[in-house]
T-cell receptor, first 114, second 113 residues
Framework: GAVVSQHPSWVICKSGTSVKIECRSL??????MFWYRQFPKQSLMLMAT?????????EQGVEKDKFLINHASLTLSTLTVTSAHPEDSSFYIC??????????FGQGTRLTVV | QKEVEQDPGPLSVPEGAIVSLNCTYS??????FMWYRQYSRKGPELLMY????GNKEDGRFTAQVDKSSKYISLFIRDSQPSDSATYLC?????????????FGTGTRLTIIP
């Protein structure tokens, strides 16, 4: 199956700063990647669909200007949390799906905004 | 109504017991379902996927879909402490194509040695 690498696995930042999270598909060229957010003891909620070479598609209620997604190549998508605030503290997970098969997830990034 | 609903638990059972995890879904047109396992502070990993009705078995794990009641289940036989994790049911947006997944809330399972 596809190997998905996410970096960093854990980050602490000050309120008001920006944080970039990388998601790499190591052995599969992914035209589409998905970004999820998971609050403690809650399920994964899709934030946006990252499309290689075009704009990301955001789910309802997700601010596109706050969560900037760039999918510049078939193996890399980045999520930048701009002007982070404590309420943005969460577990962010990316995934890739090969056509007609399962989704593979990164190991997640735990963001803590202080 | 949520597309996929799941009892969040937590659920604690003794080692060796049979575990039953369940989800319900809202749309009878849904055909594909997945079960993911997520260890603490890790990304989910696929356990099994099922299509339409019936059972699918893989080692100690059995996935079951009951379309008449819109109910999906995951059974774990001879449960082990290493099975302690959160289990998430999910459905794909399309017919198992390159679509997003919608997850249930997840059930936190603890196997007591």
């Amino acid at each position: 199956g596809a190997v998905v690498s996410q970096h960093p696995s854990w980050v602490i930042c000050k309120s008001g700063t920006s944080v970039k999270i990388e998601c790499r598909s190591l052995d599969f060229q992914a035209t589409t990647m998905f970004w999820y957010r998971q609050f403690p003891k809650q399920s994964l909620m899709l934030m946006a669909t990252s499309n290689e070479g075009s704009k990301a598609t955001y789910e309802q209620g997700v601010e596109k200007d706050k969560f900037l997604i760039n999918h510049a190549s078939l193996t890399l998508s980045t999520l930048t949390v701009t002007s982070a605030h404590p309420e943005d503290s969460s577990f962010y997970i990316c995934s890739v799906r090969q056509p007609n098969t399962e989704a593979f997830f990164g190991q997640g990034t735990r963001l803590t905004v202080v | 109504q949520k597309e996929v609903e799941q009892d969040p638990g937590p659920l604690s059972v003794p080692e060796g017991a049979i575990v039953s995890l369940n989800c319900t879904y809202s749309n009878s047109a849904f055909q594909y379902f997945m079960w993911y396992r997520q260890y603490s502070r890790k990304g989910p990993e696929l356990l099994m996927y099922t299509y339409s009705s019936g059972n699918k078995e893989d080692g100690r794990f059995t996935a079951q879909v009951d379309k008449s009641s819109k109910y999906i289940s995951l059974f774990i036989r001879d449960s082990q402490p290493s099975d302690s994790a959160t289990y998430l049911c999910a459905r794909p947006g399309g017919n198992f194509g390159n679509e997003k997944l919608t997850f249930g809330t997840g059930t936190r399972l603890t196997i007591i040695p």
